[in-house]
């Protein structure tokens, strides 16, 4: 704890920026692109090597859980940037950009309004009010919104409706999106407007069709005038489903096509039951973690895409070591990000290094 505490505070502290190895950050920012990854705000406070990576290495951060329903409006009217403070303190002092998530989601709700039971009109009223309190206090220091997130529905789960069943989607129809982004559009007029998705990264029937679905949801919002303006690509990346560029890019394309911009937004690569490599063999490990990692990033920047964020920085804080479909079956570490449990820099962070360097 000791040598950790006093490397992670040299880290931040005595050694002149110039000194230090250019982190993700700098390589990315050389081509334009913005690289950035989820943070725990109450770890940059705590963590002071978990601090220090993520002041080397990213220049754009978002809240794993800060920015959600459940921290930000916890009482019904009672708006609390408790959570995101200290993100937003961290990235100020750091040099970095801020991007929040998510205005509207199916999940981490707060009790108060599982049990509120929610006509069209008032489940409209609750979402204006969540979007319009939320952004009144982040406009000007969040730039970047998910307005929603994860909209659409699995095909595998409802195969006849486009649309993920929510409270919001039950309450509303299609029309909660419509009305989230257009009373984001009118809370901060200068936000950029994102609709965030998982699942239409792999080459399977699975992802073909909920890519189709999420091509027809876009469509119609443009089609009605609603403000969207990008999608962000979640790229959880699963390595028992197939990725092949190909469909990827095309879909991709369809969407800049339509005048949106694509982000990657919460990169990670999980090693399934079924593609499990044994705990020991770390290198066969990393090396296929880094060749997915690097095969879905250089194919979304070839479309444009210049919006890089992976879900965590380091191994043992990833979401998937908890989440049940991702985790190990040996109960293992998993091995999904860019960074070891001593932040020490593994094969996918030099996979994402070349594919900003454009190799
Ligand atoms: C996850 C967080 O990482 C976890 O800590 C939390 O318990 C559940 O949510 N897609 C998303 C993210 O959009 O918000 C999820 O984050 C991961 C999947």
Known sequence: MHRRSLIGSLALTALPAAAQEPGLRDIAARRGIAFGCAVNGRLLRADAPYAASVAREAGLLVPEGGGKWNAVQPEPGRFSLDSLQPILDFAAMHGQAVRGHTLVWHTALPRWVWEARLTPAGAEALLRNHVAGTLALTRGRIADWDVANEAIADPDVLPDQDLRD?????????????????????????????????????SWPRADEKRARLLRTLRGMLERGVPVQALGVQAHMPLDQPFAPAPFARFLREIRAMG????????????????????????????????????????????????????????????????????????????????DRDFRRKPMWHALARAFEGR
Do not use: M
Not at 290 to 313: I, K, N, P, S, Y
């Open 166 to 202: 929510s409270i919001w989607q039950r309450a509303l129809g299609v029309h909660y999106l419509d009305i989230a982004f257009r009373a984001a559009r009118e809370a901060d007029p200068a936000l950029r407007l994102v609709l965030n998705e998982y699942g239409v990264e792999a």
């Open 260 to 339: 949106l911009d694509v982000l990657l937004t919460e990169l990670d690569v999980i090693e399934p039951e079924k593609a499990v490599l044994r705990e020991q063999d770390i290198p066969a490990r990393d090396a296929a973690v880094a060749e997915r990692a690097h095969a879905v990033v250089a194919t979304a920047l070839a479309e444009g895409c210049r919006t890089v964020l992976t879900w965590g920085l380091a191994d043992p804080y990833s979401w998937t070591n908890a989440w049940a479909p991702a985790r190990r079956p040996d109960g293992a570490e998993v091995r999904a990000l860019p960074l």
